[in-house]
């Protein structure tokens, strides 16, 4: 099993550009699913991105504004976000799996997650 720790978040103007990073740590990271959720206090965990470690296939909720990076050497996962907007305010954790189905998008998909970095993005 990985063990995940976010970093990254932080309070930026609208319009702006945030990269979270996702440190992992463990055995066999290169074999795992990494996902990106976000959550506002008092509403459901979403799911925000993820990557195959197959083909490093990625998937988004906003594809024209997200990219998702892998460094399996590093053992890290990113989270490039640009063009923020207030709604995109929330606690984001990244989460892993071995499982490679299509329900990516699914946290009872995931194993282990990090303990999540705030974002909040002013109007």
């Known amino acids: 099993e990985v063990q995940l720790v976010e970093s990254g978040g932080g309070l930026v103007k609208a319009g702006g550009s945030l990269r979270l990073s996702c440190a992992a740590s463990g055995d066999n990271f290169d074999a795992y699913t990494i996902g990106w959720f976000r959550q506002v206090s008092g509403k459901k965990r979403e799911a925000v991105s993820h990557i195959d470690p197959r083909n490093e296939s990625t998937h988004y909720l906003d594809s024209g504004r997200f990219s998702m990076s892998r460094d399996n050497v590093e053992k890290m996962v990113y989270l490039q976000m640009n063009v923020l907007k207030p709604e995109d305010t929330a606690v984001y954790y990244c989460?892993?799996?071995?499982?490679?189905?299509?329900?990516?998008?699914?946290?009872?998909?995931?194993?282990?997650w990090g303990q999540g970095t705030q974002v909040t993005v002013s109007s």
């Open positions: 989460a892993a799996t071995l499982d490679y189905g299509d329900s990516w998008y699914r946290e009872d998909e995931y194993d282990s």
